[in-house]
């Protein structure tokens, strides 16, 4: 049997760094329904082609009347106004008021020409309905929204590079603009490989594993944005896993193989990648548990990443590696993971010159204090991470935590 690979760990930032290095996404642009294109990227900016809102409204119910007519109106001394009718809502007035009168009108409501202000129902008393109490002065444009207040002709409603919120989306198609360029979601090819494997559905027979790699990291990718495919499971043979994966990386933007990627004689992943183009494998090996036996690559302008098969060193490290792609196939910076201040329960140790991370399950005392409880188990149990609330960074070099110290605590 040939003599194993032994491989340089690096931390991951250091990693990313050289694959960026390595790596300038030049994603095209798409065109996009505006209503659907919740949490997409815009390509280019977004500009207005329409003042918004289009036409003086009203912010409240009330009257529509010149603010001159209700100067120095009060409660002991109220201005008089006739009312000569009601401005429907959804049209432009059919009506106008002179010195004097006013116009019942409704929040949202078109303003007629002559008036400059709306006093508030409530700040009103009708006479028999033909004349109206004015009990407050108001000021010209009080309870009034310009034409053109929210938005100019031309003006940027949203900038290029932006991921589009729910208001976002109610902004755009306010000043009609239905249709968006945004960015492609990258799409993330995961190919399982070996022989134990055996589709979720199927009924195992002895030996035999369910490949859960590929759902855990397509919804992981799904999450971030990006667009999974599946590319189904690579037996192991290096004609079948190098077929499988060169038909994948034509179809996709950035590739993960979730095989063997250790230093195993039967490995064929190193083989695989470099296969698949230039510069090919960067790095081998990252300072983190799990997660280890990582390879790091760039073929023909690609990300190419070769996962651990065991479910949870995939995870954990996707979780590391994956925000980053996706970000910056789009020209984002990923966010920040939410975190939670708590205090560890027990001992967590960690070796010098790698990260390690444990999950953990989070309560709270009767103090108030948040507790941090690390879940101890096999590497490859995948309901350690069910169980957990979130994941513990023991970073480089400190030699772990001990019992009561206040940590931060990645939240899933």
């Known amino acids: 049997m040939p003599a194993p690979e032994f491989f340089q760990v690096t931390p991951v930032a250091d990693a990313l760094k050289l694959l960026d290095a390595h790596w300038q996404p030049q994603p095209r642009a798409e065109i996009t329904a505006t209503a659907a294109a919740l949490g997409r990227i815009l390509a280019a900016d977004l500009h207005s082609p329409e003042q918004a809102p289009a036409f003086r409204k ?60 709306v006093v508030m129902l409530e700040q009103t008393q009708s006479i028999g309905g033909r004349d109206v109490e004015i009990l407050r002065a108001v000021a010209p444009g009080e309870n009034v929204i310009q034409a053109g207040e929210d938005v100019m002709p031309g003006a940027i409603v949203l900038p290029r590079r932006h991921r589009l919120r729910p208001q976002d989306i109610g902004g755009a198609l306010a000043v009609g603009i239905t249709e968006a360029a945004v960015l492609p979601r990258p799409r993330v090819g995961i190919l399982s490989c070996g022989d134990e494997l055996a589709k979720p559905e199927a009924n195992l027979t002895p030996g035999m594993v ?17 667009a999974p495919l599946r590319l189904g499971i690579a037996a192991d043979s290096i004609a079948d896993y190098r077929r499988r994966a060169e038909a994948g990386f034509a179809a996709c933007d950035i590739l993960l193989l979730s095989a063997g990627s250790s230093v195993s004689a039967r490995d064929y992943t190193r083989d695989v990648i470099n296969g698949l183009g230039a510069p090919g494998v960067l790095q081998h090996g990252l300072a983190t548990k799990p997660g280890k036996p990582t390879i790091i690559a760039v073929c023909e302008g690609k990300p190419v990443i070769g996962l651990p098969g065991n479910p949870v060193s995939a995870l954990l490290v996707a979780r590391q590696l994956l925000p ?16 939670i201040r708590a205090s560890l329960s027990q001992r967590v140790a960690s070796v010098s010159g790698r990260e390690d991370w444990a999950p953990v399950k989070l309560s709270k005392r009767a103090d108030g204090k948040t507790m941090a409880e690390p879940i101890f188990g096999k590497s490859n149990l995948i309901f350690t991470l069910i169980y957990a609330d979130g994941l513990l960074c023991v970073p480089l070099n400190t030699g772990g935590y001990d019992a009561g110290s206040i940590v931060d605590v990645e939240l899933f």
Not at 58 to 79: C, E, I, K, W
């Open 58 to 117: 009203s912010t409240v119910d009330g009257y529509a009347l010149r603010a001159a007519d209700s100067f120095g109106a009060t409660q002991s001394l109220p201005a008089f106004l006739q009312v000569r009718g009601e401005l429907k809502m959804g049209e432009a007035p059919q009506l106008d008021i002179d010195a004097g009168e006013a116009l019942l009108i409704h929040t949202g409501g078109m303003l007629p020409a002559s008036a400059d202000a």
């Open 210 to 226: 369910r490949d859960i790699n590929a759902y855990t990291l397509s919804a992981q990718a799904e999450t971030l944005g990006a």
């Open 324 to 339: 980053h792609l996706v970000a910056r196939f789009q020209g984002q910076t990923p966010p920040a993971p939410a975190r």
